[in-house]
């Protein structure tokens, strides 16, 4: 008996069955399939990164400022990302030029539980303002380099196309940007990272006990350099039309 007509020359259906592939309901299999195969995949292929988690308190939070001015970060715990890496973004602004790359990662989110969980906190997410190193893609970068530091900008753990086969959860997709050292306390700034600052009331704040920044690496400030090309002293310091900042 050769193949009925379509449905819509003779009003019958190909299926006439209650299945769907996408129904939770009966594809707990296919579904853990799934959850194990991008575990192994990450475990295969992933990186093995620092991750540092940003201790915030809401109780801390300042409303004024919209944020924890003190909050500091927990001491690092190992974790195995895959990572999509941007090195290509590089941005020339008034300060020189800046590496401005992003990242996306994948992380199976029991192997997030097993790395980060605690007892007072059984189901740990991550979270914007989090930072992760990429310890072993950097550990060996020629000069005295050091990994590169990220800040997680955003967490799903719903994108359809990329990571909810069957409609379900098996990963957290994360996204972030390369770290803007702040010397917050429990993050030590990326290796060769000589940041320049204007006078000495820079680096770590007192009553912390994070490594404290090495002396900064030239011998010009912006007092001397000024005086250098307008010196004001000459002219009893007279510079109201300019706003009196002197």
Do not use: C
């Not at 990164?49 to 970060?73: I, K, M, R």
């Amino acid at each position: 008996m050769g193949e009925p007509f379509p449905s819509y020359a003779t009003g019958q259906r190909y299926f006439t069955g209650d299945y769907r592939a996408a129904d939770k309901s009966i594809n707990d299999n296919e579904r853990n399939n799934y959850y194990y195969y991008f575990k192994e995949q990450i475990d295969i292929y992933g990186v093995q990164t620092d991750y540092f988690v940003l201790n915030y308190q809401l109780s801390a939070h300042d409303g004024l400022y919209g944020e924890q001015p003190d909050a500091t970060y927990l001491a690092s715990k190992s974790v195995v990302m895959y990572v999509e890496l941007s090195e290509q973004s590089v941005l020339l602004n008034q300060f020189g030029i800046l590496g401005d790359d992003d990242v996306t990662a994948m992380i199976s989110i029991s192997s997030y539980y097993m790395a980060l969980s605690s007892e007072s906190d059984p189901r740990p997410e991550p979270k914007s303002g989090d930072v992760f190193m990429l310890t072993e893609y950097g550990n060996d970068r020629p000069g005295g380099r050091g990994a590169k530091m990220f800040e997680i900008t955003q967490r799903l753990d719903q994108e359809i196309s990329q990571i909810n086969p069957l409609m379900g959860h098996y990963m957290w997709m994360i996204k972030g940007k390369r770290l803007d050292y702040t010397f917050q306390p429990g993050l030590s700034a990326e290796k060769k990272s000589d940041q320049v600052y204007d006078d000495s009331f820079s680096g770590r704040l007192s009553g912390y006990t994070n490594e404290q920044t090495a002396s900064k690496s030239y011998d010009y400030d912006v007092d001397t350099d000024s005086s250098n090309v307008f010196d004001y002293s000459q002219y009893g310091d007279n510079d109201d039309v300019y706003g009196d900042y002197r």
